[in-house]
């Protein structure tokens, strides 16, 4: 493939992409190239309208993404959206593989000065920035892919928090030790319980905190394992991930925090002490540079988008489907064991049941919350759909094909907004009749339709006397009948580097690495054997928080 400078030739000069300098410099953000395609093509906004593909990749849920994430000027251009998408998307310049860093030199004598070093733009590194920025610390983030937002941008579900003024109006009756005790059977009890308290019990301040800045998270619904509504999540029931991610990266951006994309930590410095001095870094464009930082931050993620170390801890999982961005691959959980960190419940890794069959989209929980049911291949329920993860997944893998369908109405498809982005990708089956779904999804009619029956009666008597469903929110009963076929895959890893109750990494020898603080899902213990739907947008924002205070005092103060 040609790429787009050779495309553009006779069109454009290398001035009007790069700049009238005599030296041409490309920040490793490429905020200035990008600048110059806005002025000629339009703004992302601009070009979503000009297109009218039945999937318009100007208009996704991965928010403002610059244009140079997918269309590259000296190597061969590739759709971002491929990386997790099977879409027959075509691009002008396109070839078959992702971008590859190009070698870069060495910039040996480059030292750029921070209070703060953020490794990782997902939901807990904007949290971690934000309030240290707050807090008076100079804040550098750093984000080895071309785009913000990490796996936190295509978080589904919601946000879990107790004792919220949202759950107060709705009346909901949930308490701090009501969440704790739900993470804690969640998680097999084998959750830090420092740590599960915690997250408890800042939930509604994080939610207050994200509020503030601008979130809507008034809808409250439920996802597996808990006992209350508690899943906060946007008006309407719309995806918590995206969402979020746009108000963390406005706010940002609003405070002019130094965001820098295609730029990958490979080293966290240290004194003979011990004491973390700042991090290595390779720019896409810049080269290899240090910046000095009184403290870094750790919140670059799991490791479920890293097959090979997800098949090192479960052989099992093995050739298994995930639900994550491609860049959940641990580097962050590396970076902290080189510099000496513990590492706890590595091989804690969760299965989602519901990753849409032949693909890595996510049908979130929330759907089953909503009042979907799984179906097998003969037609009847097999578990109770809120029951936890791991023992939905391990239902699901017991039937024949090693896969359900998820079956709802058209009561539960209006109730959770997110449901339309399904029909949008032509992941969703359908029929007028529960007899037309059968026939479109291939299961014996008369099984599916006494199967809708019982359970419907379930839902009349609020008594799911087959499965012990605990929550009962609505009767399959209006047309048309939907079904989206369903596998477990790699959702997310518990494990992660050691912390203390103030985000401090621990060592091996139980003392913490002075400067260094993590946050997220790169951090173990939280979570135990099993993370509920919900809790992981709050821990990222809860832990983000704290670790953004800590590592801001600690700054001020040295
Ligand atoms: O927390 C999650 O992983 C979550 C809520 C996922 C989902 O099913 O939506």
Redesign the pocket.
């Known amino acids: 493939a040609e790429p787009l400078a050779k495309l553009h030739e006779g069109k454009a000069t290398c001035a009007d992409c790069h700049g009238r300098s005599k030296k041409i410099s490309v920040d490793d953000s490429e905020k200035g190239v990008n600048k110059n395609c806005i002025s000629c093509h339009g703004t992302l906004a601009e070009m979503g309208k000009k297109s009218h593909e039945e999937v318009n990749p100007h208009k996704s849920h991965l928010g403002e993404i610059s244009c140079t994430a997918c269309h590259h000027g000296h190597t061969a251009s590739w759709a971002y959206c491929l990386s997790c998408h099977p879409f027959d998307m075509k691009i002008a310049g396109g070839g078959a593989t992702a971008y590859k860093a190009a070698d870069v030199a060495k910039n040996k004598k480059r030292a750029d000065k921070a209070d703060v070093v953020v490794i990782g733009a997902g939901a807990a590194g904007f949290t971690a920035a934000i309030t240290a920025h707050d807090a008076g610390a100079k804040v550098i983030i750093i984000e080895k892919q071309p785009i913000t937002g990490g796996n936190s941008m295509l978080?589904?579900?919601?946000m879990?928090a107790a004792e919220t003024t949202f759950q107060k109006e709705k009346g909901i009756a949930d308490s701090v030790e009501l969440m704790y005790k739900d993470t804690m059977t969640g998680g097999g009890d084998l959750n830090d319980p420092a740590l599960a308290m915690l997250l408890a019990k800042n939930s509604a301040s994080s939610v207050a905190w994200l509020t503030g800045l601008g979130a809507d998270l008034s809808d409250v619904g439920r996802?597996g394992g808990a006992s209350v509504n508690r899943?906060h999540r946007p008006k309407g029931g719309a995806?918590?991930g995206a969402h979020i991610t746009d108000v963390l990266r406005r706010n940002a951006d609003q405070r002019n925090i130094d965001i820098r994309v295609n730029s990958k930590v490979v080293k966290i410095l240290e004194d003979k002490k011990g004491r973390v001095t700042g991090v290595r870094v390779v720019g896409k464009h810049s080269g290899e540079y240090t910046i000095n930082a009184k403290a870094v931050i750790i919140a670059a993620g799991g490791f479920s988008a890293n097959p090979e170390r997800v098949a090192y801890y479960r052989p099992e999982y093995k050739g298994m489907t995930t639900s994550n961005q491609p860049g959940a691959t641990g580097d962050g959980i590396d970076l902290g064991t080189a510099a000496g960190a513990d590492l706890k419940d590595m091989k804690e890794i969760?299965i989602?049941p519901?990753v849409a069959a032949g693909s890595r989209t996510?049908?979130?929980?929330?759907v089953r919350g909503n009042g979907a049911i799984l179906v097998n291949h003969e037609g009847k329920r097999f578990v109770n759909e809120l029951t936890t993860r791991d023992k939905a997944s391990a239902a699901i893998l017991a039937q024949r094909g090693q896969s359900a369908y998820l079956v709802f109405d058209d009561g539960v498809r209006k109730s959770l907004k997110q449901i339309d982005g399904y029909f949008h990708l032509n992941l969703v089956q359908q029929g007028a009749t529960l007899k037309d779904l059968a026939a479109a999804i291939k299961v014996p009619a008369d099984a599916l339709e006494a199967t809708v029956a019982a359970y419907n009666k379930g839902v009349d008597d609020k008594n799911d006397a087959e499965f012990k469903r605990p929550d009962l929110p609505r009767a399959l009963r209006t047309a048309k009948y939907y079904a989206i076929e369903v596998k477990p895959g790699v959702?997310?890893t518990m494990g992660g580097l050691k912390i203390t109750t103030g985000s401090e990494v621990l060592a091996k020898d139980g003392k913490t690495i002075a400067g260094l603080f993590a946050a997220g899902e790169g951090t173990g213990g939280v979570h135990g054997k099993n993370?509920?739907?919900?809790?992981?947008?709050s821990q990222t924002i809860t832990f983000g928080r704290i670790a953004g205070e800590n590592a801001a005092k600690l700054a001020k103060s040295s």
């Open positions: 978080a589904a579900g919601g879990n996802m899943t995806a918590v969760q989602h519901t996510l049908i979130t929980e929330a959702h997310y993370r509920l739907g919900g809790n992981s947008i």
